[in-house]
């Protein structure tokens, strides 16, 4: 048994500034082949402990320890210039303030095994020549176990070469709360796998963005839609820095969002399968509940009762490729839709998008939702939103196609759209009487409408087919042409509810009608 006291440790940081510890006892016994040692650190001249230990097992003096150590670490700020030149890449540890414990196992002086907790209430880093934010209040619990190597390598080698995993990680970072997750990383040569469960997007990462040496595209990504939400069962393979460029993701989404950008849509409440690699990647849709929305077209937000499909992107050179074409949804109760789109984003050109959007079972209320405001007539668009009070639309199809970048044209992006309506009102212009049990078909390209009714009632009159336009220009009008059989008895109520009655004069609404009239109508209205 032998017990050493007053021990005065010094240390020296990078800029050769002393750091001095006092450890007031240390216990060394051996017996029977086993070696036993325990102490505490202590700041020099105080007596704030930093540390204790308790170490047991065989063969310590000869190199080749077999055994045990548990460290029990209160670091303050000691480290705080000792750990500088400890670097990944450009990735440096600048200051830290570290508490926990440990359990470390040795086998023939090689570390096998590290089991323990981390309680750090401040952690800074720094990326090239930036510090970060500093990370505080990280809570984990953690397990190493060594795979491989050799006697001739160092610790960091070791360490390096190890696989990790870490529990109920979480930590605060300018301004982020993380809830806790766990993952596991492996080394893969140069590189690594790491799996990861719950795993909170939006600020891992931000943090990512800012700490991780990413693949560009990646890291542009990332910074570009800016994604929340979760991600189950991730793993993510980073290869060494000779395949920097390269790395391969998998994953479920749940309760994910991205942010719209450049074109592409934005979306919100999506859950499903996640693959991407540095050239292409895709999303799998599992059935539910999605927001979804162009902002660049569309006045807002479309809420899908369900949504299901394929969302899949291409990486070629400086071109960008989002696509779908077997997006299936449900809008509100009963209507259905089927959607694909194909946007195409140059960095050095023009960026194109294209886009079709299929109805069915509908009603007057998607006109507003689904008419691309932003980029038909206004005049068009405020008239089909409100002359259509009612309908039943039972098909349809909206199709977009060009540029759509801000230096686009005016025009650049042309629209169509048809659809068969029944059960419709139809106001033309408040002067004249509505149109009511109306069928038939709009057609609109590039803000010209001409709408085909097959039937319908206005005033007491059975339409015959007719045709109603719409034509863009200052100012936009509505051209009206209908035939119909108009009898005696339904005269006095055109003259007393439409410009007829004053074309016509007072002496007309003296007079009785009876019989049968055909009346021809032609109506030029500007809106």
Do not use: C
Request: charged fraction near 25%; avoid cysteine.
């Amino acid at each position: 048994f032998v017990r050493i006291t007053r021990v005065s440790l010094q240390l020296q940081d990078g800029e050769d500034n002393p750091r001095y510890l006092d450890i007031p006892q240390l216990d060394l016994v051996y017996r029977r082949g086993l070696f036993r040692a325990s102490g505490r650190a202590m700041r020099a001249g105080t007596t704030e402990q930093l540390a204790s230990f308790a170490l047991v097992g065989q063969h310590f003096f000869r190199g080749d320890f077999t055994g045990q150590l548990y460290l029990d670490v209160d670091s303050g700020r000691l480290f705080d210039g000792l750990i500088d030149d400890y670097r990944w890449r450009e990735l440096r540890i600048e200051g830290v303030d570290l508490e926990g414990e440990a359990w470390l196992t040795f086998r023939s002086g090689h570390l096998e095994q590290v089991n323990g907790t981390l309680r750090t209430p401040y952690l800074q880093l720094g990326v090239a020549n930036t510090s970060l934010a500093p990370l505080e209040d990280i809570q984990a619990r953690f397990g190493w176990r060594r795979r491989g190597g050799d006697e001739a390598e160092t610790l960091a080698q070791t360490l390096a070469r190890g696989e990790l995993h870490v529990q109920s990680l979480q930590w605060t970072w300018d301004g982020d709360t993380v809830p806790a997750f766990s993952l596991r990383v492996r080394p893969r040569g140069d590189g690594f796998d790491l799996v990861a469960d719950t795993l909170p997007l939006a600020p891992v990462r931000r943090l990512l963005v800012a700490v991780a040496p990413l693949p560009e595209r990646l890291a542009r990504a990332l910074t570009n839609y800016r994604p929340s939400g979760f991600i189950d069962h991730l793993h993510l393979v980073l290869p060494g820095a000779a395949d920097a460029g390269r790395f391969a993701l998998l994953g479920q989404l749940r309760d994910v969002s991205i942010q719209a950008h450049d074109g592409a849509p934005g979306a919100s409440g999506l859950a499903g399968t996640l693959y991407m690699d540095a050239r292409s990647g895709f999303v799998r849709l599992t059935p539910g509940a999605v927001t979804l929305g162009f902002p660049e077209l569309f006045r807002a937000d479309w809420a899908f009762a369900e949504m299901r499909g394929t969302v899949a992107w291409q990486l070629e050179g400086a071109i960008t490729r989002v696509y779908a074409d077997d997006l299936q949804m449900r809008y509100g109760e009963a209507t259905e839709l089927t959607g694909a789109f194909d946007l195409r984003m140059d960095r050095e050109g023009e960026d194109n998008l294209g886009l079709r959007i299929g109805v069915r079972d509908g009603n007057a209320g998607l006109l507003a939702d689904f008419v691309p405001q932003k980029a038909v007539n206004p005049e068009l668009y405020h008239w089909l939103t409100t002359a259509i009070p009612s309908a039943r639309i039972e098909e349809g199809v909206f199709y977009g196609h060009g540029q759509i970048d801000g230096s686009a044209p005016h025009g650049a992006f042309v629209s169509s759209m048809w659809y068969r309506f029944s059960e419709a009102t139809v106001r033309y212009d408040e002067r004249w009487p509505e149109l009511t049990q109306a069928s038939g078909r709009v057609d609109i390209h590039n803000g010209r409408t001409e709408i085909q009714l097959a039937s319908g009632q206005v005033g007491g009159i059975d339409l015959s087919p007719s045709r109603v336009r719409v034509l863009p220009g200052t100012p936009t009008r509505v051209q009206v042409t209908a035939k119909a059989r108009v009898p005696g008895e339904a005269i006095p109520f055109w003259l007393a509810n439409s410009p007829l009655g004053a074309m016509a004069g007072a002496s007309a609404r003296n007079l009785r009608y009876e019989g049968q009239y055909t009346l021809d109508l032609d109506l030029d209205l500007p809106l």
